[in-house]
């Protein structure tokens, strides 16, 4: 994984290739690379052991323009302001794409979760809460799981939030158990909108997902469920996957669910009894298949490895997998690139759906969810695409992020500059 590309770079170099084809004055342009804020503070936990722990933690509210901050929290060891910004800044395009009312922000602690007890994470979490406490709200900024967090941590946050406001508003934070005010389809909603992006992908290029053979890089919340949906409901067959430990192999495919049971099991994809062979990282993200989903981290295909890469399609799952440079290789390559702020746009879209349930006192069943959130995918692919044409655009992040800035420069345009 390369450790060049500053992910805040990234995205501002993102937003200036669409800007070349949507007319947005040069200074708002600026307003739009830059968050509005960012919330950094040092969470002080008490260890089992009685001593004092202090970790750094950030909130980076990007842009408000098309309704509340939304976006997840992360808790890794690489968390980084630059990261947290870059990530923020994603959601706001992400739900732009999408056509949901929300702005973007992200949150992040700089942690290695796996090294904490469950209620040391619980004291880290609650304590968290109590510092995002005044700058979040149902109608404010609207937090949600990202890598190493879930439904425990949303359930903390929200009861620490409701606790302290002595209130009830489960609409604060998206991604909760469902007895907590969650929604149903949640948790499988990422990897729906990644097999859907595939789905529609193929069709508009005229290829055959059926029999087609995938790659899946990072095998977690995002990465499980798409490879799960892309073999069964799809067709498609898996022929490898990999994570933080290596990725394994098998030429007629693996079966999915097996995969994530042995995971679930033994904390790796690695040693899976029935994979033919067992792979580096980078030799699964060069393998010559039909479709590539990177599913893991941000930069994991820098410009080099990009010339590396046989798959004709990619549909990230992950947020910013490829670098700028990769882009560019691969659009000069002719490899077709399906971004993350459609194709994993599954999460914040049911996340929307989950608010409006909150806020409702009115929960949907499953059908519903799944329903609705096909018809946001298609009717955004289906907008993607129709940019992509009409503006005969590079590729289609472009594509993406010209629509995307569209709206959100209409809904600022239409409120005014407050002096
Ligand atoms: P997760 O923690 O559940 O899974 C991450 C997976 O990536 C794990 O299997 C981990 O072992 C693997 N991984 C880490 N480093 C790796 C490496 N160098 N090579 C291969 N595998 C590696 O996280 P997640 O929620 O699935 O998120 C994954 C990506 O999807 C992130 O970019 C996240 O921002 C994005 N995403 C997630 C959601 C969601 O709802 N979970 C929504 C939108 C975007």
Redesign the pocket.
Known sequence: ?SEEANPFESLQEQIDDAAAYVDVPGDVLERFKHPERVLETNLTVEMDDGSLSVFKAFRSQFNGDRGPYKG?I?YHPGVTRDEVKA?SGWMVYKCAVVDIPYGGGKGGIVVEPRELSMTELERLTRSFAKELRPVIGEDRDIP?????TGQREMNWIKDTYETLENTTAPGVIT?KAIESGGSRGRVE??GRSVMLTAREAFDYLGKEIEGATVAV????????IAARLIESELGADVVAV????G?IHHPDGLDTAAVRAH?DETG?VTGYPEAESELT?EELLTMDVDLLVP????N?IDGDLAEDVAADVVVE?????LTPDADDVLTERGVHVFP?ILA?????TVSYFEWVQNRQRFYWPESRVNDELERHIVEAFDGLTSAYEDNDLPNFRTAAYVVALQRVYRAYSEGGTWP
Not at 217 to 224: D, I, M, R, T
């Open positions: 994984m997840g992360r990530l949600a799981p990202d890598v190493n991604g909603a990422t890089q990072g095998y977690g919340n995002a990465g499980s990999s994570d933080s430990s990725a995971k790796t990282n599913a893991a981290l941000e994991a799952a992950a947020n910013g997998p993350d994993n746009a599954g999460g914040v």
